[in-house]
């Protein structure tokens, strides 16, 4: 189903990816996330919270002087206090935030719902006389009665906000449920409308999709779905899925998120897990004989995405479930020519290997097996690995 139209990403790396448990990035290292992540065509980017202290203020100084081309928006409670904070950073638009469920307004504020509203109406024009834009951040949205949160739609356009933000902040929506509460926030409000999905149950980037086929206007997202405990919709698994899928358009450039993973991996001190959707190490690597025959006739029998859309390509790789097709074929590529009984005498050898050090033979490795099947190198290249007699 193709839709094609646009949807306006607000990465949240800097902000709810650094709230990943154990993560600090440092500001030289905010600071390039930051320009990589508008020089992929991210063009929002919600970068701190002021209300954390100085350093934090400075970091965020420190990328609004950037004078990137990207709107840049802290996270703020939608309390007077945060608010002064937020003030003189060069930001563009505060996210004032306020619980939207009954369990967070009377267990977390000792309140109700009228003060709520009350504060909507109270803290969107002092902030709008700031010189912010404004987005009110609905805290626990997907937990709240939807009345409600309607009602806090109304008070905050009347308010003079420009955008709400639903969030799913303990991540309990699934994708049905999730289109159509969108659109009937759609139905009732002229405010721009942002899902801000967490992963709890594996559904993010599902919920966020489906929230943009509802109607939703803007999608949080974050470089390799960092986040609280499970993390946030991924960046990359958005930008992808929503225009191969759905048709809809970023402006995000697909070949620069495998760097921009890198990038925010090494910086996070999360490794990316090597079968991570579109950037994990393996996900363009094939070892089933029935798959590389498949890929070797025509890649299009075995790829539903193109790794060229990321400037990578398929890797073909023996194993356990190697075939005769896939050994000839990458001995081809060694520059060795087997014969069919070549490939059949090595594939033992080569499952063999597989099944005692848990992984493929390197290009060492692969020569070895072929030069002489009594020896092959270890995973470090040195230790004998015992082969049968008669082997070619």
């Not at 946030?232 to 070949?255: C, I, K, M, P």
Request: charged share 25%; proline share 3%; with cysteine.
């Amino acid at each position: 189903m193709l839709v094609n139209r646009p949807i306006i990403i607000d990465d949240t790396t800097l902000r709810d990816g650094e709230q990943t448990a154990g993560v600090a990035f440092k500001r030289r290292e905010k600071c390039e996330i930051a320009r990589e992540l508008v020089a992929s065509g991210v063009p929002e980017l919600e970068i701190g919270i002021p209300a954390m202290g100085e350093d934090e203020r400075d970091t965020i100084r420190a990328i609004t002087s950037m004078n990137l081309k990207a709107r840049t928006i802290v996270w703020c409670r939608m309390s007077e206090g945060d608010l002064a904070a937020a003030c003189n950073l060069g930001v563009d638009m505060i996210d004032l935030s306020m619980p939207m469920s009954d369990q967070q307004i009377s267990s977390k504020l000792g309140r109700d719902r009228a003060y709520v509203l009350k504060q909507i109406a109270y803290m969107v024009p002092k902030a709008l006389d700031e010189g912010f834009e404004v987005l009110v951040g609905g805290e626990d949205s997907s937990r709240a009665d939807l009345d409600f949160v309607l009602e806090v739609l109304e008070a905050a356009e009347r308010a003079g906000a420009k955008r709400f933000r639903f969030a799913d902040t303990v991540g309990i929506l699934e994708p049905f449920a999730t289109i159509e509460i969108f659109r009937t926030l759609g139905a009732n409000s002229g405010l721009e409308l942002e899902m801000h999905a967490h992963d709890d149950y594996g559904l993010a980037t599902a919920n966020s999709l489906a929230a943009a086929l509802g109607g939703a206007t803007h999608v949080n997202t974050t470089v390799n779905g960092l986040g609280e405990r499970a993390g946030n919709a991924s960046l990359e698994e958005f930008v992808t899925a929503g225009r191969n899928l759905y048709g809809f358009e970023t402006g995000v450039d697909q070949r620069s998120l495998n760097a921009l993973s890198g990038m925010v991996a090494k910086a996070s001190g999360r490794p990316v897990p090597l079968q991570k959707s579109l950037v994990g190490s393996s996900v363009f690597t094939h070892e089933s004989g029935i798959h590389i025959d498949g890929l070797i006739k025509d890649k299009l029998n075995y790829q539903g995405v193109d790794p060229e859309w990321f400037g990578r390509k398929h890797e073909l790789v023996l194993g356990k479930h190697s075939g005769t097709k896939a050994v000839q074929h990458v001995y081809g590529q060694l520059g060795i020519a087997l014969t069919l009984a070549e490939a059949m005498d090595l594939i033992p050898h080569v499952r063999r290997f597989a099944e005692a050090y848990k992984r493929a033979p390197d290009l060492d490795d692969l020569i070895a097996l072929h030069r002489n099947l009594d020896e092959c190198l270890t995973e470090e290249g040195s230790a004998e690995l015992a082969l049968e007699e008669g082997g070619a």
